[in-house]
T-cell receptor, first 113, second 111 residues
Framework: GDSVTQTEGPVTLSEGTSLTVNCSYE??????LFWYVQYPGEGPQLLFK?????EKGSNRGFEATYNKEATSFHLQKASVQESDSAVYYC????????????FGAGTKLTIKP | NSKVIQTPRYLVKGQGQKAKMRCIPE?????VFWYQQNKNNEFKFLIN????????QIDMTEKRFSAECPSNSPCSLEIQSSEAGDSALYLC?????????FGEGSRLIVV
């Protein structure tokens, strides 16, 4: 079956430093890849998605490139802010439409002021 | 703010009791999902619906849960007999294409 593996947390960084959260995946299909973010007391929300290999997704200063050869989709941000503190999930959907999405275990990020 | 509405936000049940959660999906989204999120933040897919019909469900859901998504009424997920291990955040999501849009969840505590 499909699987997603991401950087184990928790990760603690100082404000203004750079972030990389690694994500690798396994699937037999041609997936759409996602990053979701979940703030305390809320449901997960879509950060961005990338449906095609070798394309980049971005939102709020975060970005990730769909690397089909390496089966990776690492999340990066050049300069984190305290408000970025949350849990980040890498996920994949191996077909369009109604198939369930497989999530990684999540990486808890804490940014110190 | 989420457009998927889940109620209640919290529920506390004794072991063996029924626990029912409801979800109003975002308008125009044809597919509804339920996930269970445990204290380690791990997601477990439970069931999904399209137009009131079940698309997929796991074995646990089939045996212990009752779920439906009737037209013109909220979707619901009910645990028939709660167990301690059912304590979790239950997330409803509706999807457009292959993107899930989640509600804020119903947190179940089984004592």
């Amino acid at each position: 079956g499909d699987s997603v593996t991401q950087t184990e947390g928790p990760v603690t960084l100082s404000e203004g430093t750079s972030l990389t959260v690694n994500c690798s995946y396994e699937t037999k299909q041609y997936p759409t890849l996602f990053w979701y973010v979940q703030y305390p007391g809320e449901g997960p929300q879509l950060l961005f998605k990338v449906p095609k290999a070798n394309e980049k997704g971005s939102n709020r200063g975060f970005e990730a490139t769909y690397n089909k050869e390496a089966t990776s989709f690492h999340l990066q941000k050049a300069s984190v802010q305290e408000s970025d503190s949350a849990v980040y999930y890498c996920a994949l959907s191996d077909r369009g439409g109604n198939e369930k999405i497989t999530f990684g275990a999540g990486t808890k990020l804490t940014i110190k002021p | 703010n989420s457009k998927v509405i889940q109620t209640p936000r919290y529920l506390v049940k004794g072991q063996g009791q029924k626990a029912k959660m409801r979800c109003i999906p975002e308008k125009g989204h044809p597919v509804v999902f339920w996930y269970q999120q445990n204290k380690n933040n791990e997601f477990k897919f439970l069931i999904n619906f399209q137009n009131q019909e079940v698309l997929q469900q796991i074995d646990m859901t089939e045996k212990r849960f009752s779920a439906e998504c009737p037209s013109n009424s909220p979707c619901s997920l009910e645990i028939q007999s709660s167990e301690a291990g059912d304590s979790a955040l239950y997330l409803c999501a509706s999807s457009l294409g292959n993107t899930l849009y989640f509600g804020e969840g119903s947190r179940l505590i089984v004592v």
